[in-house]
């Protein structure tokens, strides 16, 4: 009887394990979630090919120069030079903002005398876009092709509107949302009306841009000729008081505060945006 039951209890455990086994094999491999990456290497990758290599050598470049002559500061001031200094000395792109600013009147102006010969609004949407200026034609086109592809009117306008990102983009597409909901009478007036408000916004800015030309040019200059004679004390060896630790934190606190007053001063030329009717880009 004592064997009888010492050979079930081995059966049983042999038996348990032979399942566990089964199991553990049988059972589906987890699914392995992709890891995210970290908000820097995204970053990374988001930037120009020629930019990301340059900033590479800098990196090494630096790391050379740490080891060769102490200056432990080039690992961080080489890269933060490749990133700043063309951003510093370029000039702020507003011709563009204004020429399709200019566009956008222009096409505004169209689409009145469109409506004007009773075709419907979505007609002369998309009939507007034969004429449509150059600068804007991209955006016009998608949104005939959000129209047609059934997504909407409203949340075409919408989204032409956030393409464009101005505030005047915003006070058109608003208008065209409010005929497109209540389909009234009056929205080509209303249209020459917008069209003028955006000529005169393109006509002050286009002065502004004028009156703040020298001095954009003069702190060009200036950071320019800052660069240029760091770079001129730097090979004629008029760093050597910077050599120690205290004279490297010394250093980094000299750029860092060149790096921001340059920064201010660029600032300073650049013309503030006027806060949208629907918020920031969607």
Not at 49 to 72: D, K, M, S
Not at 101 to 112: D, S
Not at 239 to 261: D, N
């Amino acid at each position: 009887m004592g064997t009888v039951t010492a050979g079930a209890a081995g059966a049983a455990l042999f038996g348990g394990l032979l399942l566990c086994a089964l199991g553990v094999l049988a059972r589906p491999a987890p699914v392995r979630r992709p890891k995210s990456r970290p908000a820097w290497e995204a970053w990374f990758r988001r930037l120009p090919r020629g930019r990301a290599l340059l900033a590479l050598c800098a990196l090494i470049t630096g790391i050379v120069l740490a080891l060769t002559t102490g200056f432990v500061i080039a690992i961080v001031v080489l890269p933060a030079a490749v990133f700043g200094i063309p951003a510093l000395l370029q000039a702020p792109d507003e011709r563009s903002k204004t020429a399709k600013l200019g566009a956008l009147a222009e096409w505004t102006r169209n689409l009145a005398g469109l409506l004007l010969a009773r075709q419907s609004l979505e007609g002369a949407l998309a009939a507007s876009l034969k004429s449509a200026p150059e600068a804007i034609r991209n955006e016009v086109a998608r949104l005939v092709s959000r129209i047609n592809g059934r997504g909407g009117v409203q949340a075409a306008l919408r989204a032409f509107a956030d393409e464009l990102d101005d505030s005047s983009a915003d006070v058109v597409a608003a208008a065209l949302m409010i005929a497109a909901r209540q389909r009234g009478d009056g929205l080509s007036a209303t249209l020459l009306q917008v069209s003028q408000l955006v000529d005169e916004e393109v006509r002050g800015r286009q002065a502004i841009e004028a009156d703040r030309a020298k001095p954009r040019t003069n702190a060009r200059m200036l950071v320019a000729v800052s660069l240029a004679g760091l770079v001129l004390t730097l090979f004629i060896g008029g760093f050597e008081a910077y050599s120690t630790p205290m004279g490297q934190a010394l250093l980094a606190v000299l750029l860092t505060g060149f790096g921001i007053s340059a920064y201010w001063l660029r600032r300073q030329s650049v013309l503030p945006e006027t806060p949208r009717i629907f918020g920031g880009t969607a």
